[in-house]
């Protein structure tokens, strides 16, 4: 294979992706390449990225644990801490036990093929997230790929589904296009056809329902039958995945999962900011609320420019453009301008879009002036 060919073909077709690396914290503003930037690209969605109370309790873990955790979870790269963490995220998420993992990612591409086989047939959203595909593709079962929360659709598969091990995947809150799936219905098919809900609660946690996550939010209760999959990464600000679930599902999992086996431990540290997250959000629901608060005055704003957004309240907010130029010229325009909102281009959404993310750490006029940069930007050109 011949890859300067194929990187010069990315660049033809505008999807060329380059890294960029922060010269500072994680936060409401980053500096890249020594330019300050107001920053609405992150899934810090609370601004916890960077609070001194979770990194302090980092570098505590750090100092009695130190770095390198030195082998994997089953050999001797846990820790009390991990234990502990893993306390916290069933009790959180409201189920009998969890299991932590490297990351979302690795805790989609082992928990979803542990936990189905030959005979199980996988009935997963079109838009679920790539982390989710890639556990799907590890898996033996057989696939259905239904609409986008058409859950008509997923009814008429279950139906037809002669597996005895059903197993329904997808996201709460959908990553790139900041929609949230009908948890409380989606459950109740489950319960008719007998299948497993398995829910990637990545963006939901620590956002919907007081932090708990979208069955919290839907008011439905965990049960035998359902997977709460996570990540710490996000609305926590630190790092790691989990999956939260009945106690055979999690032991199962310990025995099964091929990216928690075969892999070295995140280090004490890590999961100690992740505990310290949890406390935070639990004694500190006001930054709940002002997110809340940033997400609709985000959504009126736009609304009022005359820019389409999604009709659920979440932190991503995507501006959707015709055209990967187009989507590539705003966000540099707006780049010029001093804020950094990501263009998300294929293969990762099918649609270019500016994917902008709301955190508790904005101000009102952050809002402003991102939604008049924008404004500026998209309704210029057109002038
Ligand atoms: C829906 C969803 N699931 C899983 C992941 C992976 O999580 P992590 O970044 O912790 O690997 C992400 C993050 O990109 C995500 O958006």
């Known amino acids: 294979m011949n890859y300067n060919d194929k990187i010069e073909e990315l660049k033809r077709q505008d999807l060329l992706r380059t890294v960029k690396n922060r010269d500072c914290r994680a936060g409401r503003t980053i500096t890249i390449g020594g330019r300050e930037f107001l920053n609405f690209s992150s899934n810090d969605y609370l601004g916890l990225a960077s609070n001194p109370v979770i990194v302090r309790a980092a570098q505590n873990a750090l100092m009695d644990f ?16 991990h234990a502990m963490l893993e306390e916290k995220t069933a009790s959180l ?43 799907c593709r590890l898996s033996a079962a057989t696939k259905y790929i239904y609409r986008h929360n058409d859950l008509n659709q997923l009814e008429l598969l279950l139906r ?24 409380y219905n989606l459950d109740m098919l489950c319960r008719k056809y007998n299948a497993v809900l398995y829910i990637d609660d990545a963006h939901a946690t620590g956002v919907m329902g007081s932090g708990k996550g979208a069955l919290a939010h839907f008011n439905v209760t965990p049960d035998n039958n359902i997977v709460q999959m996570g990540t710490y990464s996000k609305a926590l600000g630190s790092v790691g995945g989990f999956a939260a679930a009945s106690e055979a599902v999690v032991d199962y999992l310990f025995n ?22 949890i406390d935070y959000i639990e004694a500190h629901p006001e930054l709940i609320v002002k997110l ?8 009126r704003v736009l609304l009022s420019e005359g820019l389409a957004v999604t009709s659920d309240e979440t932190p991503i907010i ?57 404004s500026e930007g998209i309704l210029g050109s057109r002038k």
Do not use: W
């Open 66 to 81: 130190g770095h390198g955790a030195g082998a994997s979870r089953l050999i001797s790269g846990g820790t009390s801490i």
């Open 256 to 277: 099964t999962a091929r990216s928690l086996i075969y892999s070295t431990a995140l280090p004490a540290s890590a999961a100690a900011a992740s505990i310290a997250a």
């Open 160 to 183: 037809k589904s002669q597996s005895t091990n059903k197993f329904v995947i997808t996201e709460s809150v959908f990553s790139m296009d900041g929609d949230i799936a009908d948890i």
């Open 318 to 374: 995507p501006v959707v453009f015709d055209s990967t130029v187009e989507t590539l010229r705003i966000s540099g325009r707006l780049l010029e301008m001093g804020i950094y909102v990501p263009a998300i281009r294929p293969p990762t959404v099918k649609t270019p879009r500016l994917r902008i993310s709301i955190s508790a750490s904005h101000e009102q006029e952050d809002i402003e002036r991102v939604v008049n940069a924008l």
């Open 93 to 135: 998420k409201g189920a009998d036990k969890a299991v932590m993992f490297n990351s979302g990612y690795a805790a989609n591409t082992g928990a979803i093929p542990a936990l189905t086989d030959a005979h199980s047939a996988i009935f997963s959203d079109e838009l679920n997230h790539a982390s989710i595909v890639d556990g």
């Open 292 to 299: 809340r608060e940033n997400i609709t005055a985000c959504r």
